[in-house]
Each structure stands twice: as structure tokens, then as C-alpha cells.
């Protein structure tokens, strides 16, 4: 099996730094498969970059290497760093991004910094360290250069917050939205796993969103006005949404926004 490097940036399409990148990597290793996750992270957010990462690395093959660069502090002193978990690889700038990555593998990962410059391209900027530091180093990783070979072990790196959900009393769960797609549904940190063991006890809950009550639908579609309505989505997490329209502007939903069960 061919090597993958999967692309999560916010650079968007309309400028060339996406193909520069994929250019450099097929120049140093045409035969990896590069496989964009998206370019449409709004810019500078290092936490949903790092959300978007936590969600979709699991469903990449092993030793599938994954390219973040959402940097607003690209050319200062903070570190590139390469992170080696169990079955994946993960380079960009050490801001926090992977911090999904961290919470989820908890004690299997290991991070460097990466300061082997000969992996760099010679005309290395200060402004586009995506194509001049981090796409070769993904490029020469695929082609299996040793990890350490990179650099030294860290133990400093940087983590920011990744909410996760609380329980403020035992027949109650609090969690929060986390990220808004462009339908305008609002996931949230709330797992199907989290409730599956009192479904399996046939004890009844009900999510409440600002003080109403969501009802569950097992589908979209199963929805049939525009009220506001909760699926498990394909992530397994408890999702807000409207039936073809955006939850998001028609009910004021943000990043941040409390989302409770009540347990019965």
C-alpha cells in the first residue's frame, strides 16, 4: 500500500499555495497519494483545525501522514513538530492544532522538533513555511526517512483547550458546540457512545438547547418542518440541525453554546 499525506489548511483555493505544496511533495516522492480534508478552515482558527484533525485521522489508512498548516504565527519563534502515534504521522506548527490528536491518543504519541534543515527546501520563507519546511518534511517522511532523523523529543509542546463534556449532576450531561459546518449544524461534544448505556436500560433523556427541548431524529429527513432538531451524525456526535436550511443562523447557534441531556 502506497503512503498517503492528507491537507488541512485554511488557505482556501483561490491562491496557489495549495498546488505549491502538493508540488513539492510530488517532487520529492511522486508516488505518495496526497488526499485534501479541506482547505476551508476559517483563518487562524488553530482550534477548529485542530476539531477538524480529531474527527478524520481515525479513517486514514495506517501510517497515513497528516499536513496541518493553520499558522498565524508562521516565521516567529514557535517550533514545527513532527507527532508519531501508534499508526499515524502528523507534521505543522506547534500552536496546539493537534491537541484533539493528543487528548485522543492520551499516553501513545510522541512529538519532536523538527530542526533538520537539509529536509527543508534551500529557499526556505519566512511567510510560507507549509511549502518550504513542512510539505518536504511530510515528502521525505513518506519516502521513510526515520522520525528521528527530524529531531529531538519534546515534552513541552503546546496543548490548548478541547472541551469535553461534564456531568453537573448523575441524570444530567453538559456539553457544548464545537464546530459549525456549512449547512449550518452544530455539532457538539456529546457522544452516542455517552448515552448508549442508558439506552441499553431503556431509560428515556431528552437534550434541552436553550432552555427547549431538541427532539432526536434517527435521520435528517425524519424531520418534516423547520424546527430545531438533534441526529447522532456520522461522527457519533450529537448534532443540532434545521432539515434542508441552517440551525446555525435561524437559531443564533454559536461555538461555545451550552447543549444538556436530561436523564429520566
Sequence with gaps: MGRVITLVTDFGLKDPFVGQMKGVIKGINPEVEIIDITHDISPHSIKEAAIVVGLSYEYFPPRSIHLVVVDPGVGSERRPILVTT?????????????????????????????????????????????????????????????????????????????PEPTRPAPSAIEGEVIHIDRFGNALTNITEEMLRPYIKEGRLYKIVFKGREVPLRRYYAEADDKGLYSVFDSFGLLELYVYRDNASKIFDIKVGDIVGVLIK
Design 86 to 162: 501508534e499508526r499515524h504521522y502528523f507534521i505543522g506548527p506547534d500552536n496546539g492544532v493537534f491537541s484533539m490528536v493528543y487528548q485522543k491518543e492520551r499516553d501513545t504519541f510522541q512529538v519532536r522538533h523538527i530542526t533538520a534543515e537539509h529536509y527543508f527546501l534551500k529557499k526556505e520563507s519566512p511567510t510560507f513555511q507549509g511549502r518550504d519546511l513542512f510539505a518536504p518534511v511530510a515528502a521525505w517522511l513518506s519516502k521513510g526517512i526515520p522520525t528521528m532523523n527530524f529531531g529531538e523529543v519534546i515534552s513541552d509542546f503546546v496543548r490548548i483547550p478541547i
